[in-house]
């Protein structure tokens, strides 16, 4: 058996205290969201040391996932800015739509765009990134519901399963995955 390094700081129970890098928000539609695309991403963002903070517009209650996957969010969507994180997820599936119109989701895509910070969005979510004016001239992929409000907003469509252009980081619809995931944690770790 190999020796262990004996320098890394341990928790109570033993297991190795990570010293992340930075940390990205992460915005869940109140319900119906893609929980798998979700784990990858989150997963691929832990690998490279980066912490992530979920929110949603519904703070005291369990999100569902549209497998019905529950979980329970660190924070309220109106409360959050973008100082102090390194990127913003846009959770996807179909209630990502109610994200669309929603002030704070298109106020924090503005922030993180401004700040030159990384973006992901997936299928439907890719419609929170039109609405917000950020995808002018930029080549995206996502949901087929959201292509009209992409187009109108100048952005280049892709049939692509992932896109990455700059700092935005787009995913087709719930079958991306892992694909999304490294794309994401090429980007925000840049």
Same mark, same amino acid.
């Given at each position: 058996?190999?020796?262990?390094?004996?320098?890394?700081?341990?928790?109570?129970?033993?297991?190795?205290?990570?010293?992340?890098?930075?940390?990205?928000?992460?915005?869940?539609?109140?319900?119906?969201?893609?929980?798998?695309?979700?784990?990858?991403?989150?997963?691929?963002?832990?690998?490279?040391?980066?912490? %992530?903070?979920? +929110?949603? /517009?519904?703070?005291?209650?369990?999100? #569902?996932?549209?497998?019905? @996957?529950?979980?329970?969010?660190? *924070?309220?969507?109106?409360?959050?800015?973008?100082?102090?994180?390194?990127?913003?997820?846009?959770?996807?599936?179909?209630?990502?739509?109610?994200?669309?119109?929603?002030?704070?989701?298109?106020?924090?895509?503005?922030?993180?765009a401004a700040g030159g910070k990384m973006i992901g969005a997936w299928g439907h979510a890719v419609g929170v990134l039109? %609405?917000?004016? +950020?995808? /002018?001239?930029?080549?995206?992929?996502? #949901?087929?519901?959201?292509? @009209?409000?992409?187009?109108?907003? *100048?952005?280049?469509?892709?049939?692509?399963?992932?896109?990455?252009?700059?700092?935005?980081?787009?995913?087709?619809?719930?079958?991306?995955?892992?694909?999304?995931?490294?794309?994401?944690?090429?980007?925000v770790s840049v």
């Open positions: 058996m190999a020796d262990q390094d004996t320098d890394k700081p341990l928790d109570d129970d033993g297991v190795e205290i990570i010293d992340y890098l930075s940390t990205v928000l992460i915005v869940f539609p109140p319900d119906d969201f893609d929980e798998q695309v979700m784990r990858c991403a989150r997963s691929s963002l832990a690998v490279v040391h980066i912490f %992530s903070r979920s +929110v949603s /517009s519904e703070y005291d209650e369990m999100v #569902s996932g549209r497998l019905q @996957d529950e979980f329970l969010v660190e *924070g309220v969507l109106s409360d959050e800015s973008m100082e102090g994180y390194s990127g913003l997820i846009i959770v996807g599936g179909e209630g990502a739509k109610s994200l669309w119109s929603d002030a704070d989701a298109i106020r924090l895509v503005k922030e993180a039109a %609405s917000a004016g +950020v995808v /002018s001239g930029v080549k995206v992929t996502g #949901s087929s519901d959201c292509h @009209d409000a992409l187009k109108k907003a *100048g952005a280049k469509l892709s049939t692509r399963q992932v896109v990455s252009s700059g700092k935005i980081v787009t995913g087709l619809d719930e079958t991306v995955g892992m694909r999304f995931g490294k794309a994401l944690a090429q980007v």
